[in-house]
């Protein structure tokens, strides 16, 4: 039972280029957000799925996509990555949208823009 | 965009002394969690809580939720190295919806033997 798993852990980007971020869980929740962290901003929600299918903007979207491809994976999507983008992302979930419960992240992915 | 307070930002205390960790806000928070985060990995949930006045304890770490839910503390008794990592707050507005909760900026926490 991984719960909910990132890929790449690690991701060194030139400015302009693009890439995507993966998540996948295997709790069966419904919700599922992408966090950034940036030292001294503490976490930030770029995007959310609320459930299957649906997608919404977080505090800091811009620069950003998400894809919500099934109940288990949600992908956050780099079009053209700035150095501003440089930072530690995390995936999150959560059963149903009751907020007494828990938070569920993975490991996180560690991305710099060069 | 609501705002969560969190002090200290950073504190560095031996192992065996005691310490708080404040949570603030000006609005009222329907519940509120604390997760504890270690180098490398996401946060892990400690606690919830949820209603005005309600102490919670896990071992050695106490919680605290304000009478008028604006509020909240964390107080660890007798430190260990173990303890050592970022404590982060993060609170559910009345009348905040699927968007998640609002994090406070953490609290680096270093227990030196």
């Known amino acids: 039972n991984a719960g909910v798993t990132q890929t790449p852990k690690f991701q060194v980007l030139k400015t302009g280029q693009s890439m995507t971020l993966q998540c996948a869980q295997d709790?069966?929740?419904?919700?599922m957000y992408w966090y950034r962290q940036d030292p001294g901003m503490g976490l930030r929600l770029i995007y959310y799925?609320?459930?299957?299918?649906?997608?919404d903007k977080g505090e800091v979207p811009n620069g950003y996509n998400v894809s919500r491809l099934n109940k288990r994976e949600f992908s956050l999507r780099l079009e053209s990555a700035a150095p501003s983008q440089t930072s530690v992302y995390f995936c999150?979930?959560?059963?149903?949208?009751?907020?007494?419960?828990?938070?569920?992240f993975g490991n996180g992915t560690r991305l710099t823009v060069t | 965009t609501q705002l969560l307070e969190q002090s200290p930002q950073f504190l560095s205390i031996q192992e065996g002394e005691n310490l708080t960790v404040y949570c603030n806000s000006s609005?009222?928070?329907?519940?509120l969690q604390w997760y504890r985060q270690e180098p490398g990995e996401g946060p892990v949930l400690l606690v919830t809580?949820?209603?005005?006045?309600e102490v919670k304890k896990l071992k050695r770490l106490t919680f605290q939720f304000g009478d008028a839910r604006k509020d909240s503390s964390l107080h660890i008794t007798a430190a260990q190295p173990g303890d050592t990592g970022l404590y982060l707050c993060?609170?559910?507005?009345?009348?905040?919806?699927?968007?998640?909760?609002?994090f406070g900026k953490g609290t680096h926490l270093i227990i030196q033997p």
């Open positions: 999150a979930t959560i059963w149903g949208a009751s907020y007494n419960s828990p938070l569920h």
């Open positions: 709790m069966n929740h419904n919700s």
């Open positions: 799925s609320a459930s299957e299918g649906t997608t």
């Open positions: 609005s009222v928070f329907s519940s």
């Open positions: 809580v949820v209603t005005g006045g």
């Open positions: 993060a609170g559910i507005y009345s009348g905040g919806g699927a968007d998640g909760l609002t």
